[in-house]
């Protein structure tokens, strides 16, 4: 009987084990230590931001967002429905609410009509737009950037737990925002199990991050001898990464090249196996537009409806390969309708919410197991309902 086929699994790609117990060794094993510098150095020469700061998740870097913006009650944050609770529970916890956008159909960003909807009905509350690159491919920036052309007040967050090393235009995802947040958990490209990064893309807002960022005092401008000590200065919290994450993330980084090369290579099997296919199947395959560089950080395929994706994946599951769905419409959830603002509709959220299957996907993800998965979604859907997109 074949082996069971994991959704991911994380992995050890170079000497990531070795830095650890560097790290351990020094006796500096808490957030600021030379594994963190060296992580940082490498995400502002990728992303150019003006700072990079490591997180203990994205939430936390998504939260530091908040507090950059001085949220309030009564203030509004645009959020599509469709992304990771954390997208919208950082603004909650500052006091604003939520205005849930729905998505575009082609990439599954958040669709600028909607946006410009929401600021014109919530005006001068909004205070910030998420962006979520849904897979690590970018939404539509242009449409965005129109509708916010005439709102500089209006802070636009890129939520790009998925996008590191994504590019739009030949720019990298988590560049196009005033911040962008990243994730390093165990389900993406690069992980040091639990963590995150806040890049910060204006040199204004720097000074004011580096003091959130400690607890609310000035000891990182200690730290690079900008002052003779340090003292509390405003709000914060322990946002730090501990330096034996970072340890363990340096090794992944490193690696970068090669982890994208065979992120890339198995997104690029799951395309030539299904591609032909895909049509008389009516299932969907992800759309890259042509400025876009994905991140490769997953593969999904819209299914023709909920039944036959609620189908297919028990039949997937009976051969040993797992698959899964993703987000939940967070503007149906019960914390969502307790925290938004209006009466949220997002008809494209909830269509792509019942279809959307993603499939096994990680570095090491063999051809042998690419294949099985590519013949055995195609016998599933050969077996139920032929319905033609």
């Given amino acids: ?188 490209n690069f992980s040091c199990g639990e963590g995150g990064a806040l890049l910060v893309n204006r040199d204004e807002d720097v000074a004011r991050a580096l003091v959130l960022y400690d607890k609310g005092t000035d000891r990182q401008a200690f730290l690079r001898g900008m002052v003779d000590k340090y003292s509390w200065r405003d709000i914060g919290s322990s946002f730090g990464m501990a330096d034996t994450l970072a340890a363990f993330l340096f090794g992944q980084l490193e690696r970068r090249e090669v982890i994208q090369r065979k992120r890339r290579a198995v997104f690029e099997r799951y395309v030539a196996g299904l591609a032909p296919y895909a049509d008389a199947l009516g299932i969907r395959l992800p759309v890259v537009p042509d400025e876009c560089q994905p991140a490769y950080h997953l593969f999904h395929v819209l299914m023709p409806d909920l039944e036959t994706r609620t189908r297919v994946m028990r039949e997937l599951r009976a051969e040993g390969i797992a698959t899964a769905f993703h987000y939940v419409p967070l503007h149906n959830s019960v914390a969502g309708q307790r925290y938004s603002v209006g009466e949220p509709e997002c008809p494209v959220t909830v269509d792509i919410s019942d279809r959307l299957l993603r499939l096994p996907f990680h570095n090491n993800l063999t051809e042998a197991e690419s294949e099985r998965v590519v013949d055995a979604l195609i016998r599933s859907l050969k077996g139920g309902p032929r319905v033609v997109a």
């Fill in 1 to 188: 009987m074949a082996e069971n086929i994991q959704f991911n699994v994380p992995s050890v790609e170079g000497d990531e084990l070795d830095h650890v117990r560097t790290a351990v060794e020094s006796g500096r094993t808490s957030s600021g230590g030379p594994f963190s510098r060296r992580v940082a150095e490498i995400l502002l020469a990728e992303s150019g931001a003006q700072e990079a700061l490591l997180t203990t998740s994205c939430t936390g870097a998504l939260e530091m967002t908040a507090l950059l913006l001085d949220l309030e009650p009564g203030d509004v944050v645009i959020v599509p429905s469709f992304t990771f609770v954390s997208s919208a529970m950082a603004y909650v916890r500052a006091g604003a609410r939520i205005a849930f956008c729905d998505i575009e159909p082609d990439t599954l960003g958040p669709d600028p009509r909607d946006v410009a909807r929401l600021l014109e009905q919530y005006g001068d509350r909004v205070r910030a737009v998420v962006l979520v690159h849904y897979a690590g491919i970018a939404g539509d920036i242009d449409g965005l950037r129109e509708v916010l052309r005439d709102r500089p007040d209006v802070a636009l967050i890129e939520d790009n737990a998925h996008g590191l090393f994504g590019r739009w235009r030949g720019q990298p995802l988590g560049s196009l925002g005033r911040f962008a947040t990243l994730s390093f958990h165990d389900t993406k």
